[in-house]
């Protein structure tokens, strides 16, 4: 059983994955501005994070692709949802809120700048860059964090220990007003 693609296949393959990522994107962007309770709303946030690194990977560009994955999936949803736990927001009261004519007038004025912003870029002409860009793999940019910029890599490495020390210690004091 020969299990070969044609060469004549392969561009209809490639739109159909890139399609198929858009739809995932768009509707986890739908999911997260459309849903009634918040924790479906960060699902939904994950969901178009997963979508848009799943775009950069198909781009060839792993290294953002996976920066994607563990910035924004792993660091930012955990921090929302961390954040949602705390709050502990009464949902029932935030279900019961109504938009009236908010969302109807919001999906007009999105409508529109994409309207504007699509025909924009496609009339436009679009100049070659100057000068080639150099694709950056995961090695240079390695290379670079711990050569060149190796001491802003360590000063953002501080900052980031103290941020997660001090909602370490926001969540503690949080729960021992809690228990009084």
Known sequence: ?????????????????????????????LLATLAKRMTRAVLGLVVCFLGIAGIYYFLNSPFVALMQLL???????????FAIMLAEPDERKLAAKTPGMAGPLAVLLGAT??????????????????????EGSVK?????????????????????????????????????????
Do not use: H, Q
């Not at 070969?4 to 995932?24: D, H, K, N, Y």
């Not at 700048?113 to 100049?127: D, F, Q, S």
């Not at 001090?166 to 021992?176: K, M, N, P, Y």
């Open 1 to 29: 059983m020969n299990l070969s693609i044609s060469p004549e296949a392969v561009p209809l393959i490639r739109e159909g994955i890139f399609v198929g990522l858009i739809i995932v994107t768009v509707f986890g962007a």
């Open 71 to 81: 910035i924004y999936v792993g660091a930012v949803a955990v921090t929302i949802c």
């Open 113 to 134: 700048v994409t309207w504007v912003l699509a025909g924009t870029a496609i009339k436009a002409e679009w100049m070659a860059p100057a000068v080639k860009i150099n």
């Open 140 to 180: 240079d940019v390695g290379v670079s964090l711990l050569t060149t910029y190796s001491m802003v890599f360590e000063l953002v490495s501080i900052v980031l220990l103290i941020a997660i020390l001090g909602s370490l210690v926001i969540a503690r004091s949080g729960r021992d007003k809690a228990e009084c």
